[in-house]
T-cell receptor, first 112, second 114 residues
Framework: QQQVKQSPQSLIVQKGGISIINCAYE??????FPWYQQFPGKGPALLIA?????SEKKEGRFTISFNKSAKQFSLHIMDSQPGDSATYFC???????????FGDGTTLTVKP | KAGVTQTPRYLIKTRGQQVTLSCSPI?????VSWYQQTPGQGLQFLFE???????NKGNFPGRFSGRQFSNSRSEMNVSTLELGDSALYLC?????????????FGPGTRLLVL
């Protein structure tokens, strides 16, 4: 049972555009939602994260929007740059579960 | 501060063999989690160790096992390798495995089973 569904699978955006990646979860026990960025040959790196008691969190060009009632959250990358080209994973964690449940990933390509 | 290191980085094995992968967490981190990453299944949780004890386990067969040493270094072992075990194996460390703690991932060990 896939507990975190991520879309789209791939995304092509022009430089300066907005990249939007969406995730939906099923388990209401999740209470922490991180986003990871992964470059080829590297492990995932934490980009930004949010708790469900907050509807939006912004860090630089990256914003998470969270809709608790719809059980959905999304990553917005403003002013997308070619250096943002990577695979992005959303994830969800439960308190004391010791693990993250990941979405399937979105490959983002930002064209110059 | 050194990041999470994993050895070896690449490994080629044949079916039926066994393999041991190693992970050294960031200094001071006591929680180590292991994940399997494949194109078809994405990132799947294997297990988590804290203070030398397995604290959480994912849905993998018993061929996958692990352990953690007193210095927090961790190893995972896969016995009787199958073609489907070909994957990137990632470990991640955090201070104590708390929910909102940042997990720091290593570069992974890419395992190819022939």
């Amino acid at each position: 049972q896939q507990q975190v569904k991520q879309s789209p699978q791939s995304l092509i955006v022009q430089k300066g555009g907005i990249s939007i990646i969406n995730c939906a979860y099923e388990n209401t026990a999740f209470d922490y939602f991180p986003w990871y960025q992964q470059f080829p040959g590297k492990g995932p790196a934490l980009l930004i994260a949010i708790r469900p008691d907050v509807s939006e969190k912004k860090e630089g060009r990256f914003t998470i929007s969270f809709n608790k009632s719809a059980k959905q959250f999304s990553l917005h990358i403003m002013d997308s740059q070619p250096g943002d080209s990577a695979t992005y994973f959303c994830a969800a964690r439960r308190s004391n579960a010791g693990k993250s449940t990941f979405g399937d990933g979105t490959t983002l390509t930002v064209k110059p | 501060k050194a990041g999470v290191t994993q050895t070896p980085r690449y490994l080629i094995k044949t079916r039926g063999q066994q393999v041991t992968l190693s992970c050294s967490p960031i200094s001071g981190h006591r929680s180590v989690s292991w994940y399997q990453q494949t194109p078809g299944q994405g990132l799947q949780f294997l297990f988590e160790y804290f203070s030398e004890t397995q604290r959480n386990k994912g849905n993998f067969p018993g061929r996958f096992s692990g352990r953690q040493f007193s210095n927090s270094r961790s190893e995972m072992n896969v016995s009787t390798l199958e073609l489907g075990d070909s994957a990137l194996y990632l470990c991640a460390s955090s201070l104590a495995g708390g929910t909102v703690e940042t997990q720091y991932f290593g570069p992974g060990t890419r395992l190819l089973v022939l």
